[in-house]
């Protein structure tokens, strides 16, 4: 299974933007790239997702690389709210959409 | 919105016992998931399912089976349950066409005694 690899944790101040690394160098050409965030004591939060173009929804935007090895999310401007785990998983899509999750980025806001 | 419903927030077992998960999704997703979830190892996969009827092994299967009868529910099985699989286990849900993501429940945190 392609892995991904993120920073074990990150700061920001609040109000200001966030961008998180992911890489995925063993990436295959049907792979997507999800990213989750998981608040405390509950179950991970879908937060954007994107094939090869970089994507922009409300919560967020994806930056996909050209080659694919890596994206990054980008929380334009981080509030307390946004302090969580967030996941960066490649998702099969041959597979039923089998993802491997890895650790995670604990992303801490301060205000 | 799509509601992925466990159907315990809490559940205590006793070793030995047979233990069941219930999970349930109400957008008539194709593919629903179990995780569990454990300090410093992250979500692993136990099994999924791609359709009613079907199962696949996900990378820590040993000592649970699955159960998908109805579209909408899958069903974790510990078939006797030991106090390793003392754990926070999720349920989440899928469309494949197009691939979407997964909606996950609140998780069940189970303790096996």
């Known amino acids: 299974d392609a892995k991904t690899t993120q920073p074990n944790s990150m700061e920001s101040n609040e109000e200001e933007p966030v961008h998180l690394p992911c890489n995925h160098s063993?990436?295959?050409?049907?792979?997507?790239i999800h990213w989750y965030r998981q608040l405390p004591s509950q179950g991970p939060e879908y937060v954007i997702h994107?094939?090869?173009s970089n994507v922009n929804n409300r919560m967020a935007s994806l930056a996909i690389a050209e080659d694919r090895k890596s994206s990054t999310l980008i929380l334009h401007r981080a509030t307390l709210r946004d302090a969580a785990v967030y996941y960066c998983i490649l998702s099969e899509r041959g597979n039923a959409g089998k993802s491997t999750f890895g650790d995670g980025t604990t992303l801490t806001v301060k205000p | 919105d799509v509601k992925v419903t466990q159907s315990s927030r809490y559940l205590v077992k006793r070793t030995g016992e047979k233990v069941f998960l219930e999970c349930v999704q109400d957008?008539?997703?194709?593919?629903m998931f179990w995780y569990r979830q454990d300090p410093g190892l992250g979500l692993r996969l136990i099994y999924f399912?791609?359709?009613?009827?079907?199962?696949e092994k996900g990378d820590i299967p040993e000592g649970y089976s699955v159960s998908r009868e109805k579209k909408e529910r899958f069903s974790l099985i510990l078939e006797s349950a030991s106090t390793n699989q003392t754990s926070m286990y999720l349920c989440a849900s899928s469309l494949t066409t197009p691939l979407g993501p997964q909606h996950f429940g609140d998780g069940t945190r189970l303790s096996i005694l």
């Open positions: 994107g094939l090869t």
């Open positions: 399912s791609y359709d009613v009827k079907m199962k």
């Open positions: 957008m008539d997703h194709e593919n």
């Open positions: 063993t990436i295959s050409g049907t792979d997507y």
